[in-house]
T-cell receptor, first 113, second 114 residues
Framework: KAGVTQTPRYLIKTRGQQVTLSCSPI?????VSWYQQTPGQGLQFLFE???????NKGNFPGRFSGRQFSNSRSEMNVSTLELGDSALYLC????????????FGQGTRLTVV | SQQGEEDPQALSIQEGENATMNCSYK?????LQWYRQNSGRGLVHLIL?????REKHSGRLRVTLDTSKKSSSLLITASRAADTASYFC??????????????FGKGTKLSVIP
């Protein structure tokens, strides 16, 4: 069974640009969650999608958005990038998102210069 | 905000020794999970313990949960150099109608010296 796939693995963007990250969950998993990891703040929850619907959202500005497609693949978008958005972005999939283990991708390392 | 807090923040031990990491949390939980992260990579699920369980084992891992103290511990026995990683506890809490949120602590960085 293929694991969670995140693309791209590395990105370098300039302040003010926008970026789209992609996540393909494990086959059969309908819940996809996104996290931002930085040395200072640790792992911060961004949002969770289940069956194409955003079920939960963390405390991030509206510049951070996401969506989920009918095949459960998910994308997250960050507009008007700031230096502070430099982080490792992790995607996790689970069968239902409730009380079950989450499977993480390798992450996308975003650097904003 | 962080729900879980791991202690210690960093731990250095010799190969073969046991490593114990602790996690405290603030609110009622559905379950508590432990994850491992090798440097700059994704998280790997280690073990899940439900709120009505007190202890769970998986290979060299032993997890305890004390809901009255809102704390958990992860014990790695007979550590190996390959156990060098950061370890996170994550609490699964109800976030709204039909939704649960996995909230992570800041982790314990374990170094196992060969």
């Amino acid at each position: 069974k293929a694991g969670v796939t995140q693309t791209p693995r590395y990105l370098i963007k300039t302040r003010g640009q926008q970026v789209t990250l992609s996540c393909s969950p494990i086959s059969g998993h309908r819940s996809v969650s996104w996290y931002q990891q930085t040395p200072g703040q640790g792992l911060q929850f961004l949002f969770e999608y289940f069956s194409e619907t955003q079920r939960n959202k963390g405390n991030f500005p509206g510049r951070f958005s996401g969506r989920q497609f009918s095949n459960s693949r998910s994308e997250m978008n960050v507009s008007t990038l700031e230096l502070g958005d430099s982080a490792l972005y992790l995607c996790a999939s689970s069968q239902s998102g409730r009380g079950t283990e989450a499977f993480f991708g390798q992450g996308t390392r975003l650097t904003v210069v | 905000s962080q729900q879980g807090e791991e202690d210690p923040q960093a731990l250095s031990i010799q190969e073969g020794e046991n490593a114990t990491m602790n996690c405290s949390y603030k609110t009622s939980i559905n379950n508590l999970q432990w994850y491992r992260q090798n440097s700059g990579r994704g998280l790997v699920h280690l073990i899940l313990i439900r709120s009505n369980e007190r202890e769970k084992h998986s290979g060299r891992l032993r997890v305890t949960l004390d809901t009255s103290k809102k704390s958990s511990s992860l014990l790695i026995t007979a550590s190996r150099a390959a156990d060098t990683a950061s370890y996170f506890c994550a609490t699964d809490i109800r976030a709204g109608a039909g939704s649960y949120q996995l909230t992570f602590g800041k982790g314990t960085k374990l170094s196992v010296i060969p």
